[in-house]
């Protein structure tokens, strides 16, 4: 059932207004509730400011819908995240990463014909134009991945002026898809590669998705990386996991930008700007510099433990602001971390260090109690390390899997009948009028 705007008396939101503003006695207005397709209720305060002269103050727009979406549906209380309905617990032990994507960006899971048709095109998308090049040229060695990213993605849109026209069909759609996803992978390899001082290493048309990406992130001229099918699997989830997460920081940007009617290429590179916010896709990060720092300090994870019950030490990977149960993604990637470890037998302190924290916080009545548990940041930071994803391109591995779910919400905004461009108001709390003071007169 798709969401509506319920017409009878009981489907109304009565506001009181406190007292008089511009002249308005204080009074009672009745507002529009919207049902969601899993009973969400909102009231639909846009229409507010003209019958009223209010507004509503809403920091961070915790308590906001700004649009109405069938994409991605989270339920925080519950633990439950699905991707156009289907429960990620079976996308991620069913699907590949380029099912996933279609899924998301066009509503339905693909026919057999239509999933090798796109792959086909991903193929044909996987080289960049070689003018490109010189664009790497231009960055610093030492510059971070995620700049090269951001701004590569944009200038993509220069050498597809095809995909910048305002009439996106789906056809036209589906080609910008594979030209993002296809391409945000070769940049990402060779932006690593470029800080490494390394050659760049060509995609190969005969490798899946996936395993073209390690193949550009870990070959060498004289050594072609084969990835272990378990490294395979485990960044496929990590994908998939991180294919959407509904209105967060860089999906609202990129549905703020697309309301301008920017094109999808601009769009996305602005997500990517939102994500590399330590706020946000940094989270990842932070845990493996916790896991260094605690490696460096010699303390074990029980000393850690006691510290963090004594506020004396910040524990980074646990708990969700959505959450409030555990995060269903970490369910999912507990077991693939540990499929990993244990047949890639790594040997590594920091790796340890994590699991002794997993296993103490999942059994500690401290931890159960306030439902601290790992979260997928806290897994995805040690499935990157222990692939070998240095920790300067963690957050561009989750733009990576993120693409699909922005293209699918820009796409979303572009098909709406009723599209805004997004215009948040204010609450000014500046000076009161005040009269020019020439130069000369001040002291």
């Not at 999942?362 to 240095?390: A, C, H, M, Q, W």
């Amino acid at each position: 059932m798709p969401p509506t705007t319920a017409p009878g008396a009981a489907e109304v939101a009565r506001v009181q207004l406190p007292g008089a503003h511009a002249g308005l006695p204080g009074s009672e207005i009745e507002l529009p509730v919207v049902i969601g397709s899993e009973d969400e209720h909102a009231v639909d305060v846009g229409r507010l400011r003209d019958r009223s002269g209010y507004i509503t103050l809403d920091p961070g727009f915790g308590n906001t819908a700004a649009c109405k979406s069938a994409i991605t549906y989270i339920d925080g209380e519950e633990g439950i995240l699905r991707y156009r309905g289907y429960p990620i617990e079976e996308l991620a032990e069913s699907s590949s990463f380029v099912e996933v994507a279609m899924l998301l960006i066009f509503g339905e899971l693909p026919s057999k014909e239509r999933l090798e048709r796109f792959r086909g095109m991903l193929t044909d998308e996987q080289l960049l134009h070689e003018g490109m090049r010189y664009h790497f040229e231009g960055f610093p060695s030492h510059g971070h991945p995620m700049a090269m990213l951001s701004a590569m993605i944009n200038a993509c849109g220069c050498y597809h002026p095809e995909l910048l026209s305002s009439e996106m069909d789906e056809e036209r759609l589906l080609r910008a898809t594979a030209t993002l996803m296809s391409k945000v992978c070769t940049i990402a390899a060779f932006s690593y590669k470029m800080t490494m001082g390394r050659r760049m290493e060509y995609p190969d048309p005969s490798l899946s998705y996936c395993r073209n990406f390690l193949h550009m992130m870990f070959s060498k001229p004289h050594r072609r990386y084969e990835p272990p099918l378990q490294v395979v699997r485990a960044l496929t989830k990590f994908l998939i996991l991180h294919a959407d997460h509904e209105q967060n920081c860089s999906t609202s940007t990129v549905r703020m930008v697309g309301s301008s009617g920017a094109n999808v290429f601009a769009s996305v590179s602005s997500g990517v700007c939102a994500l590399w916010g330590p706020l946000h896709g940094g989270a990842n990060m932070a845990v493996i510099e916790m896991l260094q720092q605690i490696h460096a300090g010699g303390d074990d994870p029980r000393t850690v433990v006691a510290k963090v019950k004594d506020k004396k030490f910040r524990l980074m990977g646990f708990g969700h602001r959505v959450y409030k149960n555990f995060d269903p993604r970490a369910k999912i990637l507990e077991q693939t971390c540990s499929e990993l470890l244990d047949v890639l037998g790594v040997s590594d302190p920091l790796l340890d260090i994590a699991r002794e924290l997993a296993g103490i916080a999942l059994t500690d009545d401290y931890f159960l109690e306030r439902k601290l548990y790992p979260n997928v940041d806290f897994y995805s930071g040690i499935i990157l390390r222990t692939i070998g994803i240095p920790l300067n391109m963690y957050t561009v591995m989750f733009s990576i899997g993120r693409v699909p779910g922005w293209i699918a919400h820009w796409y979303e905004l572009f098909r709406d009948p009723d599209r805004r461009i997004a215009r948040p108001r204010q609450v000014y709390v500046g000076s009161g009028k005040r009269p020019y003071v020439p130069m000369d007169a001040r002291g």
